[in-house]
């Protein structure tokens, strides 16, 4: 059987994978509105949220890299204003459609039950008092962990420098009964999940755990193109031993074609709905978040592109910097740049730009330049500058 599978190229799959995130869809040649916020929440399911701002935070910067520059106050809109996308532990955390919130329902009763997340059942039934007391707070209006009555300083060492009104209310967020929805600053306000989630959706039946791994890996399998069956598990972080036993089965069925791609050492598979671009003309920076380059296995496979965040690196043994972008020129990912946007000076600071081995590193700085163009009218400055001494491609790249 192993010799009759389809034969792909590491190139060819570079390229399904990359429009199957996105990459083939034009870009808007007017204003982006939110239908193509839409549209790129289509394609990726899930915008992982991240808090940390030396750029840009996380969520905003997946439609950018697909989009080009837009309005950051419009993806907040849509997501804590009009409350179309609303946050869920998908993957990690994460702004999902509105319209899936049924899909996760089984995760949140697997918290309740103590399937997952053991330390916050342990937690809910030591504090049950308290928790009800954070219950009774928050059915009354929306707040943050500072506005309750009694934060409660942390107490013992198991949560770090949390409040136990923190905890509680993560708790009560991750077994369904509130919601999130953040200020301008990032800054967390809980409310009940019925004034964030419309009636309509939450009288649709719940699906069972399994129907609805089974179609969280449908659409796994249809963002990520083609995929190897632990990162299809991996994309929406199902339960390993029931995704696996349901990928075998929608694999038994007929959902996935089963392919052979060069250099890759286990069977992988491609959605039938994927699309095989001959040309990807992509030119931007990702996030370290981004679906591309989450998968560290994956972004090696597909890319040969070894990527490790560095800010938990002591400086000293930090290889690139503390916060590197991935670049993507065409269907390769060419180079990394450590990158901060100064608001002080109003500039974004390129502090190291290295190529990747076996790049044309002429090429690399040509689509560098623009692609600093577009990120720094992005995150709002006037302009980009060296301000570092690392990589190969540094001494050059600011100079035209």
């Given at each position: 059987?192993?010799?009759?599978r389809p034969k792909l190229s590491k190139a060819s799959a570079?390229?399904?994978?990359?429009?199957?995130?996105?990459?083939?869809?034009?870009?808007?040649?007017?204003?982006?509105?939110?239908?193509?916020?839409?549209?790129?929440?289509?394609?990726?399911?899930?915008?992982?949220?991240?808090?940390?701002?030396?750029?840009?935070?996380?969520?905003?910067?997946?439609?950018?890299?697909?989009?080009?520059?837009?309005?950051?106050?419009?993806?907040?809109?849509?997501?804590?204003?009009?409350?179309?996308?609303?946050?869920?532990?998908?993957?990690?955390?994460?702004?999902?459609?509105?319209?899936?919130?049924?899909?996760?329902?089984?995760?949140?009763?697997?918290?309740?039950?103590?399937?997952?997340?053991?330390?916050?059942?342990?937690?809910?039934?030591?504090?049950?008092?308290?928790?009800?007391?954070?219950?009774?707070?928050?059915?009354?209006?929306?707040?943050?962990?500072?506005?309750?009555?009694?934060?409660?300083?942390?107490?013992?060492?198991?949560?770090?420098?949390?409040?136990?009104?923190?905890?509680?209310?993560?708790?009560?967020?991750?077994?369904?009964?509130?919601?999130?929805?953040?200020?301008?600053?990032?800054?967390?306000?809980?409310?009940?999940?019925?004034?964030?989630?419309?009636?309509?959706?939450?009288?649709?039946?719940?699906?069972?755990?399994?129907?609805?791994?089974?179609?969280?890996?449908?659409?796994?399998?249809?963002?990520?193109?083609?995929?190897?069956?632990?990162?299809?598990?991996?994309?929406?972080?199902?339960?390993?031993?029931?995704?696996?036993?349901?990928?075998?089965?929608?694999?038994?069925?007929?959902?996935?074609?089963?392919?052979?791609?060069?250099?890759?050492?286990?069977?992988?598979?491609?959605?039938?709905?994927?699309?095989?671009?001959?040309?990807?003309?992509?030119?931007?920076?990702?996030?370290?978040?981004?679906?591309?380059?989450?998968?560290?296995?994956?972004?090696?496979?597909?890319?040969?592109?070894?990527?490790?965040?560095?800010?938990?690196?002591?400086?000293?043994?930090?290889?690139?910097?503390?916060?590197?972008?991935?670049?993507?020129?065409?269907?390769?990912?060419?180079?990394?740049?450590?990158?901060?946007?100064?608001?002080?000076?109003?500039?974004?600071?390129?502090?190291?730009?290295?190529?990747?081995?076996?790049?044309?590193?002429?090429?690399?700085?040509?689509?560098?330049?623009?692609?600093?163009?577009?990120?720094?009218?992005?995150?709002?400055?006037?302009?980009?500058?060296?301000?570092?001494?690392?990589?190969?491609?540094?001494?050059?790249?600011?100079?035209?």
């Open positions: 059987m192993s010799g009759k570079r390229r399904i994978a990359l429009g199957a995130q996105g990459f083939t869809d034009a870009r808007p040649t007017g204003k982006v509105d939110r239908r193509h916020l839409r549209r790129v929440m289509g394609r990726l399911n899930y915008i992982q949220l991240d808090s940390v701002p030396v750029v840009m935070r996380t969520q905003y910067m997946p439609a950018f890299s697909r989009l080009g520059p837009y309005d950051p106050d419009l993806h907040d809109r849509v997501a804590y204003k009009d409350d179309e996308w609303i946050e869920a532990w998908c993957h990690e955390a994460s702004l999902i459609p509105v319209a899936d919130e049924p899909l996760l329902r089984f995760m949140k009763d697997r918290a309740r039950n103590g399937d997952a997340w053991k330390g916050f059942v342990t937690f809910a039934a030591q504090e049950a008092a308290y928790i009800d007391e954070v219950r009774a707070q928050i059915q009354e209006r929306p707040l943050a962990p500072g506005d309750l009555e009694d934060p409660r300083p942390r107490e013992g060492e198991w949560w770090g420098s949390r409040s136990l009104g923190s905890v509680a209310l993560d708790w009560l967020f991750r077994i369904g009964e509130v919601g999130i929805r953040r200020d301008p600053g990032f800054i967390k306000e809980f409310d009940l999940l019925e004034r964030i989630v419309p009636a309509e959706i939450r009288a649709l039946p719940t699906p069972s755990e399994e129907d609805a791994t089974r179609e969280l890996l449908r659409r796994g399998a249809k963002s990520l193109g083609v995929f190897s069956l632990p990162e299809l598990i991996d994309y929406h972080r199902v339960p390993k031993k029931a995704g696996r036993l349901r990928a075998l089965e929608l694999i038994e069925e007929g959902a996935f074609t089963e392919v052979s791609v060069e250099g890759w050492d286990r069977p992988a598979y491609v959605h039938p709905d994927a699309a095989r671009p001959r040309r990807i003309n992509a030119c931007t920076f990702l996030s370290p978040f981004d679906q591309l380059t989450w998968h560290r296995e994956r972004a090696q496979r597909l890319f040969d592109f070894d990527y490790k965040i560095e800010i938990y690196v002591p400086q000293a043994k930090r290889k690139y910097g503390y916060y590197v972008l991935p670049f993507l020129l065409g269907d390769r990912i060419v180079g990394r740049c450590d990158l901060k946007t100064d608001r002080t000076d109003n500039v974004l600071r390129v502090l190291s730009a290295f190529s990747e081995p076996g790049t044309d590193r002429d090429e690399v700085i040509e689509g560098l330049r623009p692609a600093l163009d577009d990120l720094a009218r992005f995150v709002g400055v006037d302009e980009w500058t060296v301000s570092g001494t690392a990589g190969d491609l540094i001494a050059d790249v600011g100079v035209n």
